[in-house]
């Protein structure tokens, strides 16, 4: 009798955080305000703005699922180390962080099909340096980031010298300073670089090589938000509105983000 007691009781403590919590629309209704959780180190898709406003790519999709949802927005700067926990620990409700696709990271979180965006590997160069194809980067050395997952495939796959740095800093003073002659990391941080005038008289001749996904995600089981998600990101694509982003923000758009348009539009 006493196991018994004892049974029923775990099954009823058990029961409680679901019956307990929300759903997150519920919330966000309830609230009045939709919280997402995007960059603010990553021009042109989250940065801030002179008066320290975050603003870029992913803000605007983020107005956009509030417009929806006809509540206010609040942006909540995260990085790459924390996202994922502010989602799972309810500080956000939503993540649109420039997070890359890994089948680790859909144990963590429920992300959003299908994915909005996608990034790819490139190098940006002095003006000085007239390549057209990555074979032609044979022998030269390029600075790295330390850790970066294409670096040894680059290296095997062209043949350049990569010199990696800890972080994207480093290594592009030591670009500034002469010891290569290109940085090869995201394509997207690159584009973001190219805006600042700091970075005149470098630019990415060459496509994009190595696309990586890039997934929104919210926390798992909230399925009926995930839902929602997967069908206005359906519609940007068939209206083009992640076309319109990158060119509002001085991107060009990328292989992905065309193809989906034009995939969809006539869906």
């Given at each position: 009798?006493?196991?018994?007691?004892?049974?029923?009781?775990?099954?009823?403590?058990?029961?409680?955080?679901?019956?307990?919590?929300?759903?997150?629309?519920?919330?966000?209704?309830?609230?009045?305000?939709?919280?997402?959780?995007?960059?603010?180190?990553?021009?042109?898709?989250?940065?801030r703005d002179p008066s320290g406003a975050i603003i870029g790519i992913e803000p605007d999709?983020?107005?956009?699922?509030?417009?929806?949802?006809?509540?206010?927005?609040?942006?909540?700067?995260?990085?790459?180390?924390?996202?994922?926990?502010?989602?799972?620990?309810?500080?956000?409700?939503?993540?649109?962080?420039?997070?890359?696709?890994?089948?680790?990271?859909?144990?963590?979180?429920?992300?959003?099909?299908?994915?909005?965006?996608?990034?790819?590997?490139?190098?940006?160069?002095?003006?000085?340096?007239?390549?057209?194809?990555?074979?032609?980067?044979?022998?030269?050395?390029?600075?790295g980031t330390t850790g970066a997952f294409y670096n040894k495939d680059v290296a095997t796959?062209?043949?350049?010298?990569?010199?990696?740095?800890?972080?994207?800093?480093?290594?592009?003073?030591?670009?500034?300073?002469g010891n290569c002659i290109g940085y090869l990391y995201d394509q997207t941080f690159i584009?973001?670089?190219?805006?600042?005038?700091?970075?005149?008289?470098?630019?990415?001749?060459?496509?994009?090589?190595?696309?990586?996904?890039?997934?929104?995600?919210?926390?798992?089981?909230?399925?009926?938000?995930?839902?929602?998600?997967?069908?206005?990101?359906?519609?940007?694509?068939?209206?083009?509105?992640?076309?319109?982003?990158?060119?509002?923000?001085?991107?060009?758009?990328?292989?992905?983000?065309?193809?989906?348009?034009?995939?969809?539009?006539?869906?």
């Amino acid at each position: 009798m006493r196991r018994s007691l004892i049974a029923l009781a775990a099954l009823a403590a058990a029961a409680l955080p679901a019956a307990a919590s929300a759903d997150v629309l519920d919330k966000v209704k309830e609230r009045g305000t939709l919280v997402v959780g995007v960059k603010t180190d990553y021009k042109p898709f989250g940065f801030r703005d002179p008066s320290g406003a975050i603003i870029g790519i992913e803000p605007d999709l983020a107005a956009d699922v509030a417009k929806k949802l006809g509540v206010k927005l609040e942006l909540v700067s995260v990085v790459s180390a924390n996202r994922m926990e502010f989602l799972r620990q309810g500080k956000i409700d939503l993540m649109i962080a420039t997070m890359s696709d890994k089948p680790e990271r859909r144990k963590v979180v429920q992300v959003i099909e299908p994915l909005y965006y996608s990034d790819a590997v490139n190098v940006m160069l002095s003006d000085k340096v007239k390549v057209t194809k990555w074979e032609q980067l044979k022998g030269a050395k390029l600075c790295g980031t330390t850790g970066a997952f294409y670096n040894k495939d680059v290296a095997t796959q062209y043949g350049p010298e990569i010199i990696s740095f800890d972080g994207s800093e480093k290594p592009l003073i030591a670009l500034q300073q002469g010891n290569c002659i290109g940085y090869l990391y995201d394509q997207t941080f690159i584009a973001g670089k190219l805006l600042d005038a700091e970075w005149k008289g470098y630019h990415m001749p060459l496509p994009g090589i190595m696309e990586t996904p890039w997934a929104m995600a919210v926390a798992p089981g909230e399925d009926r938000f995930a839902k929602l998600m997967s069908d206005l990101t359906k519609e940007w694509m068939k209206t083009g509105r992640i076309v319109e982003l990158e060119k509002k923000w001085g991107v060009k758009p990328t292989e992905y983000s065309e193809r989906m348009y034009k995939e969809y539009k006539g869906s």
